[in-house]
């Protein structure tokens, strides 16, 4: 299938904010979903609240445009129902790991079967630009005008903590490698999580003087690094990319069709 055919194009020109990222991962995800070949009838998208869960209004899938924090909560249920198909779980930082990070964690710890996009621009764009779990030390927002002094999570080791089966890191810079990532995260039976940095010039940059989204995504380029790199044995500070965990544990769905089976053979 082409990429133009997961669209639904009648709700174009799209809501983001001129030199957002969050089209950009919808870009690569398509392109993902097209490099698999997948039927429009297999996909299942469930997003939240915020920019990060438009998306699911651009897409031509079944999707569930549900409540702030739920996405996963709501997903779980769709997955036990149906097993067979494939969920794609877009969410904030705000969405995944404030109200919604409760969910976060024991989603990844029950290795359900679904992937869980975090698109993390570090603050809460669709409701005034307030700071996030991920905004960290330093940053201005509306609600932190003279700086934010909550620390931060990395999203990356809270998802290994969890137990995440399946935990990657890209950027809207690095759409190729972000396109793989999908990719192999759809593919993986399990708790699948990607994050992916992505820029929000309207709020984030404006607020910490950033510059535009150019400039953001370049920042992403010189600020980051792959996995174990010597840049970041010489730069502690980078932040890396790639794909931190990936194996193999048994599936939520399955085990709990095992639990079905004895129960019946019990009656």
Known sequence: ????????????????????????????????????????????????????????????????????????????????????????????????LAIGGNH?????????????IVMNNRIYGMTGGQYSPLSGQGIMATTAPYSNIDYDFDTVELAKAAGATFVARSTTYHT??????????????????????????????????AGSAIDMMESYKENTTPIGSKSKMENPDLIERGIFVQKEVPEY????DKIIEKAMKGR
């Open 1 to 96: 299938m082409a990429i133009k055919d997961y669209l639904r194009e009648r709700f174009f020109p799209h809501l983001w904010c001129s030199g957002c990222g969050h089209g950009i991962v919808l870009n690569s995800l398509l392109r993902a979903l097209a490099d698999l070949g997948m039927s429009k009838n297999e996909i299942v998208m469930v997003s939240g609240i915020g920019c990060s869960s438009r998306i699911s209004g651009y897409v031509d899938f079944h999707t569930l445009h549900t409540i702030h924090g739920r996405a996963l909560a709501f997903a779980t249920g769709v997955k036990l129902s149906r097993p067979e198909l494939n969920l794609l779980v877009p969410m904030g930082d705000g969405d995944a």
């Open 104 to 116: 976060f964690i024991h989603a990844a710890r029950r290795n359900i079967d679904l992937t869980a």
């Open 176 to 209: 190729q490698q972000m396109t793989k990532m999908f990719r192999q995260a759809i593919l993986h039976e399990g708790f699948a999580m990607v994050e992916i940095l992505s820029q929000c010039p309207t709020y984030f940059g404006r607020k910490n003087r």
């Open 253 to 256: 769905c399955n085990e709990y």
